[in-house]
Each structure stands twice: as structure tokens, then as C-alpha cells.
């Protein structure tokens, strides 16, 4: 079993660096305060979801699927992760827009965009507000 990990690692190793990437993003998104930080390990994660389908999408040796005639056998790459990432890809631009927009909008209410620097502001308010409604 042991020698068959070596060589396994060396013909997937695409699956390493997604497996390695997606657990960074990860990472970055739990552990981050920072709103842009969190929304650059989405970004990080993202990629990583691209890589592992456009990887499992391209086959070795295989070619465009284009007929070609007199050629009976020919081995094809599947286009359609390519197709579905293309999407993808343009999907996550418009989520990383619309994400870092609200971070500006964040940023002008509350002065900040750590995490814990705007739920204490948020905290402090109602209990203003709560005081204030008391008397």
C-alpha cells in the first residue's frame, strides 16, 4: 500500500493543490475578521472548485470533440465542465463585486469592517436604544 501512495501523488497531484487551496480559503473565511479578507478566501475556494472540474474535464490525449472524418476512434475531452466554469467564473466576479460593495457600504456605516469591531458597535446600540426606551 505504501508504495503505491508515491506514484499516486505524482499522476493526481492536481487533486493535492485543490485539496490544499480549498482547505486555505477555508481557512481564511472562518478564521478571518477582516470582511475582505473573508471574501478574498471565498475567491481563493472558488478557484479551487474551478481547477478540480476543469481538471476532471481534460483527459490525456483526448482532443476537442470535433468530428473529423475517416477517424473512427478518437478519444474526446468532455467540454462541458469548461462550459460550466466559464459560468462559474463570471458568477463569482459578480459575487465578489457585490460582496466587496457591501463592504464599502459597511465601512462608511460603521467606520470599520472587522467583524468584531461591528457587532460590538451593533451591541452597544441596542443597548442604547433599550435605555433610551426605558425612560
Same mark, same amino acid.
Given at each position: 500500500?505504501?508504495e503505491?501512495?508515491?506514484?499516486?501523488?505524482t499522476?493526481?497531484?492536481?487533486?493535492?493543490?485543490?485539496?490544499?487551496?480549498?482547505?486555505?480559503?477555508?481557512?481564511?473565511?472562518?478564521?478571518?475578521?477582516?470582511?475582505?479578507?473573508?471574501?478574498?478566501?471565498?475567491?481563493?475556494?472558488? *478557484? !479551487?472548485?474551478? =481547477?478540480f472540474? @476543469?481538471?476532471?474535464?481534460?483527459?490525456?490525449? /483526448? +482532443?476537442?470533440?470535433?468530428?473529423?472524418?475517416?477517424?473512427?476512434?478518437v478519444?474526446?475531452?468532455?467540454?462541458?465542465?469548461?462550459?460550466?466554469?466559464?459560468?462559474?467564473?463570471?458568477?463569482?466576479?459578480?459575487? *465578489? !463585486?457585490?460582496? =466587496?460593495?457591501? @463592504?464599502?457600504?459597511?465601512?462608511?456605516?460603521? /467606520? +470599520?469592517?472587522?467583524e468584531?469591531?461591528?457587532?460590538?458597535?451593533?451591541?452597544?446600540?441596542?443597548?442604547?436604544?433599550r435605555?433610551e426606551?426605558g425612560?
Amino acid at each position: 500500500m505504501t508504495e503505491l501512495l508515491p506514484s499516486y501523488l505524482t499522476t493526481h497531484w492536481h487533486y493535492l493543490a485543490v485539496i490544499t487551496l480549498m482547505m486555505a480559503g477555508l481557512y481564511i473565511m472562518i478564521s478571518r475578521g477582516n470582511l475582505v479578507k473573508k471574501i478574498m478566501g471565498m475567491n481563493i475556494f472558488q *478557484s !479551487a472548485v474551478v =481547477l478540480f472540474y @476543469v481538471s476532471m474535464g481534460k483527459i490525456e490525449g /483526448g +482532443t476537442a470533440p470535433i468530428l473529423i472524418e475517416g477517424e473512427e476512434r478518437v478519444l474526446y475531452s468532455n467540454p462541458l465542465p469548461h462550459v460550466l466554469m466559464l459560468t462559474a467564473i463570471v458568477v463569482g466576479v459578480a459575487t *465578489s !463585486a457585490l460582496g =466587496l460593495a457591501l @463592504v464599502v457600504r459597511v465601512m462608511e456605516a460603521y /467606520g +470599520t469592517v472587522e467583524e468584531d469591531e461591528i457587532v460590538a458597535l451593533d451591541r452597544d446600540e441596542d443597548v442604547r436604544a433599550r435605555r433610551e426606551g426605558g425612560n
